[in-house]
């Protein structure tokens, strides 16, 4: 069922169908089959790329779509609900272009941001370690200056697209200095010692890949270098604000989808009699199940619509991916509940989207981070 | 080659389409319009004609204001301009009124082809093309499956209910098409905001030199008389195969008088 929504232009409205068709007749009917195979849909993101969904956010002067974030996140959010790894995989090439787009000089947006916003490439974003998740700053992950390349050592870890994409950001240290001891390198997939291992053997969005990176004396052109040395965690940080974004606008759209389910199905399912959807036990957890979903809509909206505005917006996208998801979550489970037994078997796709959401608690900073960076802007002192 | 494509906004397929209580029209208001779905395929025919051969696409649409909205889905796919016939004396209009209205707006576009889908969603009358043809005293190939264009000439296979026939007519001439004959694109970003500069031509009975009593409601050969809603699905009948479950089926065909 289409969501009814508010948007600020007829472009707007015209881009929200496109993309509703898209994951209709694209997406959804792909989904369980590239979900049961674990294999990467190169296929369509080349035809999302084609309709110019991979740089919706960015100036159109580097190709970009100048969409305000209001509208490119319930683009993400309608093709969630067809495929939620699809839409992921949208979200983090977003998050791919943005350090080059925010942080690089003229002469590196020229040259990279055409074909990174164009739609063929797709891009990744290492910044996890084994060992330094939550805690990124502690990655061990080296470049060091030599001539006119930097070399990269280490292993980065979960990285999405690893192995599929075509250029990687790696974030690497490059002094130990605890505050500007890391940089951010672009990477060409090519870069020999740049090695994707095997993906992850995953719960759900088996189809968007999940790699490790090994570094094995890669070269990187010294020019490849994203700001100034040591900017990298500032970059890492601000670069996630937007991608937290992407995430709640993603789990609102499996929400959705969830939701949609389950009440189709409530209103046909009988039992003693009558349709499921019309005992009370049923139709509250649905009520309950629709107010989140509308809750998180708005919620990651008035977020979006702040960073539209030019306003800070860390601490509201925070709340956004934190209840975005813990909601979702919610919804998910409560929707096999109203299937039964049924929801629990690959039959019907709500065991899929109990699955799919339940790493978007984890990925983009975990919920508890969430609540620590909602929790130390409540306690700074406002003066 | 220039072409005009002739597009119907219908109420969303998947939408419960309701005819008005008063004067038994199809309701558009309540329900949300898109393109009907054939047109998809004659926007994406005459599009691909274009790109192999030159020459401009143009999308006729006779409706109510709203269905600007398919014009701009057919622009964005990649027409070039638009021509939005619009006229509260149109309401209502039949077949016959609909193929008059069109033809004395397609007066007004330079074309070698017109093309249409071979039926609309909504009322599905399925006549709209031969009378356009007609009345343009224009050869009509329809039921187009494959679509070859020559120099001054036409050429289309003729889906039929045993294979297809090969019908070749000089321009200009009117091609309606099936779903057979391609894959229609989806529109791209760059397609929607480009859709936005492109050229929208409003014409009202006027500008086209439509007689206004021989289009609506009062203008139509043919009128609504009566509706009902379609009876609820009949359980279905199962016959058991005990060896004599062909003759069963046989018997059950017979006797609802489909053999
Ligand atoms: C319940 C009901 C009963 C009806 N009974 C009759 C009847 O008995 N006789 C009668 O004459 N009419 C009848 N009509 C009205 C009639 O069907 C349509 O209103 C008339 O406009 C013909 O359109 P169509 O959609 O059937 O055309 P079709 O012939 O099915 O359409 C074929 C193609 O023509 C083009 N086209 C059609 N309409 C337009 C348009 N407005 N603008 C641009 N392109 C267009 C499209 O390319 C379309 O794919 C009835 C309508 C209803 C709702
Ligand atoms: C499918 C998938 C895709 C991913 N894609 C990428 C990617 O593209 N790029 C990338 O760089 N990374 C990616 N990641 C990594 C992801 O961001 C990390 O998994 C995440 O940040 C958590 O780190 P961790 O797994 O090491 O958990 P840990 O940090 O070890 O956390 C373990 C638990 O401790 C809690 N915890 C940790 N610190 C605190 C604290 N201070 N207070 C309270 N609780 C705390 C956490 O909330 C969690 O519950 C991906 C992960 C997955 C699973």
């Known amino acids: 069922m289409a969501v009814d929504r508010e948007l600020p232009t007829d472009e707007a409205k015209a881009l929200l169908d496109l993309a509703h068709d898209l994951a209709v007749n694209e997406l959804a009917p792909k989904a369980a089959a590239y979900e049961e195979r674990g294999e990467f849909p190169r296929d369509v993101f080349r035809l999302v790329g084609e309709a110019g969904l991979l740089g919706l956010a960015y100036d159109e002067e580097y190709g970009g779509g100048g969409q305000p974030y209001e509208v490119y996140l319930q683009v993400l959010e309608e093709l969630a609900a067809g495929w939620a790894a699809v839409a992921l995989g949208i979200s983090v090439h977003t998050l791919s272009c943005y350090p080059v787009a925010a942080f690089g000089t003229d002469e590196q947006k020229a040259r990279w941001l055409p074909d990174m916003l164009g739609g063929s490439l797709v891009g990744a974003y290492c910044l996890s370690e084994a060992h330094a998740g939550s805690d990124a700053g502690s990655l061990s992950a080296r470049a060091v200056r030599d001539g006119d390349a930097y070399v990269l050592t280490g292993t980065k870890a979960w990285v999405t697209h690893g192995g599929v994409a075509d250029y990687y950001n790696v974030f690497c240290r490059t002094s130990d200095d605890a505050k500007r001891g890391i940089s951010l390198l672009l990477a060409d997939a090519s870069t020999p010692g740049l090695v994707p291992q095997p993906p992850e053997k995953k719960m759900a969005l088996r189809s968007s890949p999940t790699a490790q990176i090994v570094l094995d004396g890669a070269r990187v052109d010294a020019d490849r270098l994203i700001g100034a040395e040591g900017e990298g965690l500032r970059i890492a940080l601000s670069a996630l604000d937007g991608g937290r974004l992407g995430i709640s606008a993603v789990a609102t759209g499996v929400a959705q989808a969830a939701l949609d389910a389950a009440t189709a199905y409530a209103r046909e399912r009988k039992q003693f009699g009558r349709r499921i959807a019309d005992f009370q036990g049923v139709s509250f957890l649905l009520a309950d199940m629709a107010t989140a979903v509308e809750a998180s809509r708005a919620l990651y909206l008035s977020a979006a619509r702040r960073r539209d505005a030019g306003k800070p917006y860390g601490p509201q996208a925070s709340m956004a991916k934190l209840y975005c998801t813990d909601a979702a979550m919610r919804v998910t489970t409560d929707a096999v509940q109203v299937f039964g037994g049924y929801g629990y078997t690959t039959e019907f796709p709500v065991e899929r989207y109990m699955r799919e959401v339940k790493v978007m608690q984890i990925f983009e900073g975990t919920n508890q981070i969430q609540r620590m960076v909602i929790g130390r802007h409540l306690a700074a002192d406002p003066s | ?259």
């Open chain 2, 1 to 259: 080659m220039n072409i005009v494509v002739c597009v119907k906004q219908v109420p969303d397929t998947w939408a419960e389409k309701k005819l008005s209580a008063t004067d038994k029209t199809v309701d558009r208001e309540s329900v949300d319009g898109v393109m009907n779905e054939l047109d998809e395929y004659a926007v994406e025919e005459a599009l691909r004609i274009k790109e192999a051969s030159g020459g401009e696409v143009t999308v006729l649409t006779m409706g109510p204001d709203k269905s600007v909205e398919t014009i701009r889905k057919a622009l964005s796919m990649g027409a070039d301009k638009a021509v939005h016939l619009v006229d509260a004396g149109l309401h209502g209009s039949d077949a016959l009124a609909t193929s008059y209205a069109l033809a004395k707006a397609l007066g007004t576009i330079e074309h070698d082809l017109v093309i249409l889908g071979v039926e609309s969603t909504d009322a599905r009358m399925s006549v709209v093309p031969a009378m356009l043809a007609e009345r343009l005293g224009a050869a009509q190939l329809t039921f187009a499956r494959k679509v070859e264009v020559g120099d001054g000439t036409v050429k289309i296979e003729r889906l039929t209910d045993t294979g297809y026939d090969v019908v070749e007519a000089p321009t200009p001439a009117v091609i309606s098409v099936v779903e057979k004959i391609n894959e229609p694109r989806y529109p791209s970003f760059k397609g929607i905001m480009a859709a936005k500069k492109k050229p929208l031509t409003t014409l009202t009975l006027a500008d086209a030199g439509i007689e206004a009593d021989k289009v609506g409601l009062g203008g139509s050969a043919t009128t609504v008389a009566d509706v009902a809603a379609r009876p609820p699905k009949q359980a279905g009948q199962i016959v058991k195969d005990e060896g004599d479950g062909g003759t069963k089926l046989a018997e059950f065909l017979a006797s609802q008088k489909f053999v």
